[in-house]
């Protein structure tokens, strides 16, 4: 191990930069910085470089006011000004170093100075030795398994400090954990740098945590390392920093992982992560890092990670040598409480499954007749003969080029047509039906790209509108919203998204679960948050759920999801003597 240090040390300060960085027309970085009472520093050489700043060596040449001037280089970050106003041009780091203060406990490089010149805010910090990452560098594909079990154990113990000051780090990578200085005695120090993406997982003034959420457009950290919530928009919390110290670790041990060449295409990255077993990801690997990733990846959203029981993990690995890694002893202390590893990953199995999603709802007793595996010929008798009994069609679906048609007597329709096209949405007919004041109630497309399409008159009339993409258009939906109108509909028709907008909806907001596995943990946030499902869709990719908020109070009551391989005739069976209703019904091939 002290063969790594060594080799280490000696590359000196320069980190890989960020390759997916390119080049901008940022105004010059400044020859000299001088900020506040600070000395003047000359800028030298770069030592990184990404989407939160840039970064170099400053070397003081001119006096200071200050007592406790520095007689080194200092490291000097450069962030370029938001032109929008005063509040927006502290950089959120900023405001993580306040909130922290001065005697937070966490190892992060000391801030020196501060301030702003030009067209750039600054931070002068404490000047420290070389990123993990500068150890590939060295022509070294991989670091020792010991010194990586080291790293864990104190990069665990780092994120267990930051995480009790109630912020989450938010792009954990090997660019953000330094060595100390060479030739002090921090030199074996890991240090953890960068909180210009940290956030709070815990609310500064209630102390509880932070709302479930989730965006699919939102995306922060590092697509190689991030977690798959942070791909998939979802609000950050203490499971993500871990879970990207578990891609670290991998990382360090074989120099790549197997999503590294989709670096440019953030949910291809996704679905890689999904799709990849832990056992593959680790399968040279001591027991303890598979460990770790599966405790990992199955933190529920605000549960209490066992850090503790983490460490303990790598203690058989490291040993007692001090002299091996500064390991401190309350990080590396065994733990004897804590949860027993996850016999398997529910969430990073690999594998793909076809299954029918079904959502059920209560209802006051009422009529529902439903029948599946019904082909073209034989669709038409099916509603006629319901509807004969006072029945209409609420729900669709496709499965093998078959139709799932679903038939009550509590839509409150008055009339309804429908129709199939062999081939792309009838848009003329829809028109027709639109002019006679029917509006689309459920939609449905096939494998060979046909689309059940089925419009109903009452309880209201809406406006509507359709759109096609070939990946969820979440951006559309996101500016229909701000102009009050909602998805009420929605269905897959071959690979592309088909959503049905609509105003006048009753609904008062809404949002979207989007994944590319079935999201069980957003479902019951959703619902823990007063919503209800109103639609659901899935692509042989994706699936997506439509949760919406009714302005006033449902006629139905709560819902319950369901998931199985076949029809769920069993489970209808079982629900409709408590009154609850298949409302929902979706065939789809989600990552299990």
């Known amino acids: 191990m002290d063969d790594f240090i060594a080799q280490v040390s000696g590359i000196g300060y320069l980190g890989l930069e960020d390759e997916s ?107 420290l030795g070389p990123s993990l990452q500068v150890q590939l560098v060295d022509n070294r594909p991989s670091l020792p398994l010991a010194a990586v079990a080291c790293v864990a154990v104190e990069a665990i113990s780092i994120l267990e400090k930051l995480h009790s000051r109630g912020y989450i780090h938010g792009d954990v990578k090997p660019d953000n954990f330094l060595l100390g200085p060479p030739g002090t005695p921090d030199e074996r120090k890991l240090f953890l740098i960068d909180l210009g993406l940290a956030v709070r997982w815990r609310c500064h003034s209630t102390g509880l945590h ?86 990992a990846v199955n933190l529920s959203f605000d549960e209490d990670p066992n850090y503790a029981r983490y460490i303990s993990l790598f203690r058989g690995m490291i040993g007692q040598n001090p ?34 999603i079904s959502i059920f709802q209560e209802h006051p007793p009422m009529r529902q007749r439903i029948r599946y595996n019904v082909d073209n010929v034989n669709l038409p008798l099916f509603i006629e003969e319901a509807r004969a009994d006072g029945m209409y069609v609420s729900s669709v679906a496709s499965r093998l080029n078959l139709w799932a048609v679903v038939m009550d007597s509590g839509t409150g329709f008055t009339a309804q047509v429908h129709t199939i096209s062999p081939e792309s949405l009838p848009q003329n007919w829809i028109r027709e039906q639109w002019a006679r004041n029917y509006h689309i109630t459920a939609i449905a497309g096939a494998d060979n790209g046909s689309t059940l399409v089925v419009m109903s008159k009452g309880p209201q009339n809406c406006r509507q509108s359709y759109h096609v993409a070939n990946t969820f258009p979440y951006g559309l939906i996101k500016r229909k919203w701000a102009r009050g109108t909602y998805v009420t509909a929605m269905a897959t028709v071959g690979g592309n998204w088909v959503v049905i907008m609509s105003s006048a909806t009753g609904f008062v907001h809404q949002v979207v679960e989007l994944d590319f596995q079935y999201p069980y943990e957003g479902i019951d946030e959703r619902w823990k948050q007063g919503y209800f499902i109103t639609s659901v869709a899935a692509t042989p990719d994706q699936v997506a759920f439509v949760f919406s908020i009714p302005e006033e109070e449902p006629v139905g009551g709560p819902q319950e999801a369901a998931q199985t391989s076949n029809f769920p005739e069993t489970v209808v069976a079982e629900t409709w003597p408590r009154n609850y209703y298949l409302s929902l019904l979706c065939y789809s091939r989600p990552v299990s």
């Open 21 to 127: 960085e390119s080049e901008s027309d940022s105004p010059p970085i400044p020859e000299e910085v001088q900020i506040e009472d600070s000395p003047i520093y000359r800028i030298e050489r770069q030592l990184g470089k990404g989407g939160n700043g840039l970064v170099c060596a400053g070397r003081p040449i001119g006096p200071s006011t200050s007592s406790d001037e520095p007689s080194t280089s200092s490291a000097v970050k450069f962030q370029q000004k938001d032109p929008s106003g005063i509040e927006a041009n502290i950089p959120r780091e900023w405001k993580v170093y306040d909130d922290l203060g001065e005697n937070h406990g966490i190892p992060l490089p000391r801030v020196l100075y501060r301030g702003q010149q030009g067209d750039y805010n600054i931070l002068v910090m404490d000047l």
């Open 210 to 295: 932070v709302r479930y959420h989730q965006s699919p457009d939102h995306f922060r950290g590092t697509p190689l390392f991030a977690s798959v919530h942070a791909h998939l928009g979802r609000t950050s919390s203490r499971r993500d920093d871990l879970e990207s110290l578990a891609y670290m670790l991998a990382f360090l041990i074989s120099g790549q992982l197997p999503w590294h060449g989709f670096q440019a295409e953030d949910m291809l990255i996704c679905k890689k992560k999904m799709a990849t077993p832990l056992e593959a990801l680790y399968h040279s690997c001591p027991p303890p890092f598979l460990q770790f990733a599966k405790f």
């Open 323 to 356: 002299y091996v890694w500064p390991v401190n002893a309350d990080a590396a202390r065994e733990s004897i409480e804590g949860d027993a590893p996850p016999k398997s990953s529910l969430t990073r199995g690999g594998l793909t499954r076809l299954q029918w």
